[in-house]
């Protein structure tokens, strides 16, 4: 990747001049292609570390860097800009000359070699799983997309939450008021609405508190009929799950619940109290302190010996450290579980488990409603997923019954299907996850936006280009063309040219966003080249070179959303 290999040049030249480690530099694509295509901000950085003037750093590297062979080869200009950055713009023939390995993934190798570990979406079962987890589901799916794509290994594992007190009280609720065929007939509903009442009756009757532990103790101890109703629930409840993540296209490698550690918790909280990393309180509890990390204390232990979240995660870490021996694991959960990350996070590092794993917590605001209210369980406004995708699908419709009356319904049924699940999928991944997102029916569905049948419609739009100039895929290109092409031709040379680039940055920052950015500028510049750049009655090299561009364009809109979950269609 050309950015590695200036990066690599910048490196050199700062760790001569300014003793920098390489892993301090940077090259990223630029915001804007007014600004070059390449971008380092080391001169700042080694201003604020030395103290140098910023131009003056600038000055010393980009000398440095007009006596290297690569910068010479590759850009036609570097210029320092604006409070200091370096400025790289790379020669339109060394573009041209990479251009038909774009869409070859397995040329792309920054991550070859890595195992990473993306663990998502993790509902909990016997309870539906709300737009909440939407978005741990989406994320996820798309980061471990993103990192497959550029040559890691990626294992993707879901963390059921299907261990805890909770299911002591469900247990206990349905052999007071459970019926099997009720549950058959709408598993989580039912169980949920058990779960409803059982804390409802034990307004009244709080005996039903220690009903519920009795259960779960039980089930613990490992009595058969409690595990066979557990295991029951927990089955129907993945059979539903199924349905979702089969609507999504989402799969899984490991669907390991936090049930499948229970066996390991012993273990880990004796060898914390072994190795004098936690201690125990007069009642029983074990704790870890932290303040050492500024964190507050983090309970392992419950004072009747009962484990806990916590415990079952830094068991999950230990296991999964050995078993898989991961570079990474990205644990794609929401913000409010930011402080059990950093407690768990805390220790596992402590206790030496993950000493060379990194170890990250991929957080996500909410997901609002069009009236900016949270939705959420808790509140009891439950909007499960499956209406959400519904009404995406609903609305999807209209859009293809406009455009195409004359599809078959079969067909009209299938684009509205992709349309749909694509907009609810892009809706999310195009904001920056860090933020509360909101759901906006009309923006999610404008096709002159920044939305999936934007993206979806302008592939269409240059597969019929391709199709009216005959479908010939990768003509070969010329030095030769370059000659008489146009300012936008160019524009989409460059653009396409940063593909690459945009998914290194999602995949460094897992900021599926940057991607989702990427290939709306893409698309948007591929709009106007449409608009003012004559394809089929140019002359024969402009001609090639111009369904070149069309035909890679087309292939990696498709690939970038394919990535994102989002499945391109043929027509609309
Ligand atoms: N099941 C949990 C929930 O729905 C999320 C699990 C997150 N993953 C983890 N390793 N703790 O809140």
Redesign the pocket.
């Known amino acids: 990747m050309l950015s590695q290999k200036l990066q690599a040049e910048v490196a050199k030249a700062a760790h001569k001049h300014y003793q920098f480690k390489a892993e301090e530099v940077e090259v990223e694509p630029t915001r804007e292609l007014s600004h070059g295509d390449l971008t380092t901000n080391v001169a700042l950085k080694i201003a604020s570390k030395w103290g140098v003037p910023v131009r003056q750093a600038a000055e010393t590297i980009t000398d440095e860097l007009k006596q290297s062979r690569l910068v010479n080869t590759v850009c036609s200009r570097m210029e320092i800009a604006g409070p200091g950055f370096i400025n790289f713009w790379i020669k339109p023939t060394v573009f041209l000359k990479q251009l038909p390995e774009l869409i070859k993934s397995q040329k792309r190798n920054i991550y070859k070699g890595q195992k990473v570990l993306v663990?998502f979406s993790?509902?909990?079962i016997a309870k539906p799983m709300h737009v909440g987890?939407i978005r741990s589901t989406i994320i996820g799916a798309a980061l471990a997309n993103i990192y497959q794509a550029l040559g890691a290994n990626v294992y993707r594992l879901n963390?059921?939450?299907d261990w805890g007190t909770q299911f002591g009280k469900l247990i206990a609720a349905y052999k007071r008021w459970g019926k099997r065929e009720q549950v058959k007939k709408a598993p989580i509903e039912e169980m949920l609405k058990l779960y409803v009442k059982f804390h409802e009756e034990m307004k009244t009757e709080p005996e039903l508190e220690t009903e519920g532990q009795r259960e779960f103790l039980k089930l613990e101890q490992g009595n058969r009929q409690n595990k066979a109703l557990w295991n029951w629930f927990k089955h129907e409840s993945l059979m539903e799950f199924e349905v979702l993540y089969k609507r999504l296209g989402v799969k899984f490698s490991h669907v390991t619940g936090e049930s499948y550690y229970e066996p390991m918790l012993k273990g880990v909280v004796a060898e914390l109290l072994r190795r004098k990393f936690a201690t125990k309180n007069s009642d029983g509890s074990v704790v870890v302190h932290l303040e050492a990390e500024s964190l507050p204390p983090c309970l392992v232990q419950k004072s009747d010996g009962g484990s806990l979240?916590a415990t079952r995660?830094l068991a999950?870490i230990r296991y999964r450290v050995k078993k898989f021996k991961p570079n990474k694991i990205l644990?794609v959960?929401g913000n409010e579980?930011a402080l059990?990350f950093d407690q768990v996070f805390s220790i596992a590092k402590l206790a030496g488990y993950a000493s060379s794993t990194e170890l990250r917590h991929i957080k996500y605001g909410l997901i609002l409603g069009e009236d900016k209210q949270k939705l959420a369980t808790r509140e009891g406004r439950i909007i499960p997923l499956a209406d959400v995708l519904n009404k995406a699908h609903e609305l999807a419709y209209k859009i293809v019954q406009n455009k195409n009356p004359s599809l078959p319904s079969k067909v009209k049924e299938r684009i509205a299907e992709a349309v749909g699940v694509g907009s609810v999928k892009y809706n999310d991944l195009s904001q920056n996850r860090h933020t509360d997102i909101t759901f906006n029916w009309q923006k999610m569905l404008e096709l002159e936006g920044n939305s999936a049948p934007y993206l979806q419609y302008t592939y269409v739009r240059l597969k019929s280009v391709l199709k009216k100039a005959g479908g010939k895929r990768h003509p070969v290109m010329s030095v030769k063309s370059l000659a008489s092409v146009g300012e936008q031709d160019l524009i989409v040379l460059r653009t396409l040219m940063r593909y690459p680039e945009f998914l290194r940055r999602a995949a460094e920052d897992c900021g599926p966003h940057l991607l989702a950015a990427y290939l709306y500028e893409l698309a948007n510049q591929v709009n106007i080249f449409y608009h003012v750049a004559p394809v089929i009655k140019a002359e024969s090299t402009l001609r090639i070179f111009r369904l070149s561009l069309i035909s890679i364009a087309a292939e990696v809109i498709k690939e970038g959303l394919n990535i994102l979950g989002i499945t391109t269609v043929e027509q609309m």
């Open positions: 663990e993790s509902p909990n987890h963390h059921l939450g979240y995660d999950a644990y959960v579980q059990h």
